[in-house]
Structure formats: structure tokens, C-alpha cells
């Protein structure tokens, strides 16, 4: 395992899929294969999909494609993984892992400007064919939806002094880097939540350049309506938006019934699809985050798909 991601609650994500021989599974977020090499070797005989929408992750797993003839890698976005799988005929699947957000490598890359310590363009695409970087987002948003963006993906509560200070620098010059961007935030804000301001609004943007919430809510949705009776799928989240989400849905997904409370009988027709495992999110122990500092944030989910009615 390389220095390029160190996965996090590895054995306890891959044992929540139950895999079963012959099944066929999918892991959304390939990153460095940690996961998807984990599941290869756990249960040889089944068929793995997984998706990462970054060229370097293919790079980075190219050699397990060689390994693996059951393995199939695929340069896309988990949002469309209904249409993806399609072209592989594959209609049903038995499992799916959510490992979410950025890798170790794709941080501690400076030109992908993700980190607000390292000296990078002002970029943050997860896709670098994506038409949008946060240079854009940084020079040209006016104040107000730069502080929405703030507020609405970073909940950060300086978002509006934060965005006013973006505004009047750019005013002499376009901001071009990400410590450029860094040092503004560092004099919009008192000395005790520099870097908390910092990894908020850095954490903002990421989102929103990435649709990172609209895609796994729509991801999620047609995972579940994927999965045979049994399949499970389990996702790694690593901040309260996204965490937010997955437990949403998932209790949605559970509910027998959406009518109102004071309906005198059920007309919505709902069915409930998932029973969720998880009452309360897995988080890894301490050993693993001394390990690996980076999994301190993790908090993982799953749930299993019920029989059709
Ligand atoms: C936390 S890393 C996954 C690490 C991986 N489980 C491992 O063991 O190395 C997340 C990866 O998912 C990818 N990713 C994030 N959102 C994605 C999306 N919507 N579609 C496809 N890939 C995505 C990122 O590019 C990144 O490589």
C-alpha cells in the first residue's frame, strides 16, 4: 500500500459488504485501490466494478486491472454508475463501498490546489477534465454567493468577512494560488480559527466545485434501486454535510410510510427498500487514527437492501 492513500476502516468497510461468491460488487471511489484490492482478495470469485473519476487513480491501479481479470476499472463519475454499468450489462448488483471525498495524493499534490498549506493553482477539480476550478469560483463569484458557498458547504460563520476580503483583493490583482487565497483568510480572521477558517473554506469550495453532495444523493438512490435483495451498500463519509446525507437517506429509504402524522391512513404508497445496520456510525479506533491521522474525521454507514415486496 502506497503513499498515495492509506485506506481507512478497511477490514470493517469490506466485512459490511458481506461478499458472497459469484457476486457482483462495486466500489465507487477507487482512489488507490486500497479498498477494491482488499475486496479482490477477501472473495476471489466475484466480479468488481470501480469508478474514480481522477486519471491519476487509474494510473495509480493499473497494475491491479492486470491482476485482476475481475476487475473492471472505470474513468467516471459514481453519478453515473447506473448508465456505466449498463454498458458493461450489468443490471444488479450485490454491494457497493462509498469511500467519499479526496485521497492522501490527490492533498498532497500542490498544482491541485486542494491543500491550504501547500502552494498550488487555485484548481480542486477531483475530474481535471471539469470545466470549472476554484480560480474561477475565487475571481469572478460576487461577494454574496461566495459567502454562500461558504456558509452552505464550509458552515463557516465568518463566511461573509471572509468573502468581502476575497472581493477587495482581487480588485488590484486575480487571485492565482491557493496560499494566496490562504493568507486572506488568515487576516479575516482571529488568530484561535485561522486554521479552522482555512479548512472550512478550502472544504466549501471542493464541494461545490465538485457537486460533491448532488452526486452522491443521486448516486445513492440509484445504488439502492441497483442492489439485489441482500446487497449491501456501506459509505465513508469524512464531514457532518456529508455524513448528513447518508443518514438521511438511508432512513428515508427505511420508512414504511412518508404520509403526514395526522393522515387517518397511508396513501403515499411507500415502500421501505433498506433496513439500516448501523443505528449509530462506525468510527475508526484509536489505534488506526495514531496510524492514520487522516481517518480521524471517518464515520462509515451501511445498510441492507430488503426482499421486493
Ligand atoms: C478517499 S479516496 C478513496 C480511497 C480508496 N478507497 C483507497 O482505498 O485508496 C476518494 C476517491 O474517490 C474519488 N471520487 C470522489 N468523488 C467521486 C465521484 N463523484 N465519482 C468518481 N470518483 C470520485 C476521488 O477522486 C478519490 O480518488
New binding site residues.
Given amino acids: 500500500m502506497s503513499n498515495?492513500?492509506v485506506?481507512?476502516l478497511?477490514k470493517e468497510s469490506v466485512d459490511a459488504l458481506a461478499l458472497q461468491p459469484n457476486g457482483i460488487y462495486v466500489?465507487?471511489?477507487?482512489?488507490?485501490?486500497?479498498?477494491?484490492e482488499y475486496i479482490l482478495t477477501s472473495q476471489p470469485k466475484i466480479r468488481l466494478f470501480a469508478?474514480?473519476?481522477?486519471e491519476?487513480?487509474l494510473t495509480q491501479t493499473r497494475h491491479l486491472a492486470e491482476e485482476y481479470p475481475n476487475l473492471t476499472i472505470i474513468r467516471?463519475?459514481?453519478?453515473n454508475l447506473r448508465t456505466c454499468l449498463a454498458l458493461e450489462r450489468i443490471k444488479k448488483i450485490d454491494g457497493i463501498?462509498f469511500?467519499?471525498?479526496?485521497?492522501s495524493?490527490?492533498i498532497n499534490q500542490p498544482e491541485r490546489g486542494f491543500s491550504f498549506s501547500l502552494d498550488g493553482k487555485l484548481d480542486m477539480r477531483?475530474?481535471t477534465s471539469a470545466e470549472m476550478t476554484a480560480f474561477d469560483i475565487i475571481n469572478h463569484f460576487d461577494p454574496y454567493e461566495l459567502k454562500k458557498i461558504f456558509l452552505e458547504y464550509g458552515e463557516e460563520k465568518e463566511a461573509g468577512k471572509i468573502a468581502k476580503a476575497i472581493a477587495e483583493a482581487r480588485q488590484n490583482k486575480q487571485l492565482e494560488t491557493t496560499l494566496e487565497l490562504a493568507d486572506i483568510i488568515d487576516k479575516s480572521v482571529f488568530s484561535k480559527q485561522k486554521i479552522k477558517a482555512k479548512a472550512r473554506v478550502f472544504q466549501a469550495l471542493r464541494i461545490y466545485i465538485?457537486g460533491?453532495m448532488e452526486?452522491?444523493q443521486t448516486?445513492l438512490s440509484d445504488a439502492v434501486k441497483m442492489l439485489n435483495p441482500g446487497g449491501r451498500v456501506v459509505v465513508?463519509s469524512?464531514h457532518s454535510l456529508e455524513d448528513r446525507i447518508v443518514k438521511k437517506f438511508f432512513q428515508y429509504e427505511e420508512k414504511e410510510c412518508v404520509c403526514p402524522s395526522n393522515f387517518p391512513q397511508c396513501v403515499c404508497d411507500k415502500k421501505s427498500t433498506l433496513k439500516i445496520l448501523t443505528r449509530k456510525p462506525l468510527q475508526p479506533a484509536e489505534d488506526e487514527i495514531n496510524r492514520n491521522p487522516r481517518a480521524r474525521s471517518a464515520k462509515m454507514r451501511f445498510a441492507e437492501r430488503k426482499e421486493e415486496l
Fill in positions: 498515495y492513500h485506506p481507512v478497511l466500489d465507487a471511489t477507487l482512489g488507490g485501490g486500497g479498498h477494491a469508478f474514480d473519476q481522477d491519476d487513480s467516471d463519475n459514481f453519478v463501498l469511500d467519499l471525498g479526496v485521497s495524493h490527490q477531483m475530474d465538485n460533491e452526486v452522491l448516486a465513508i469524512y
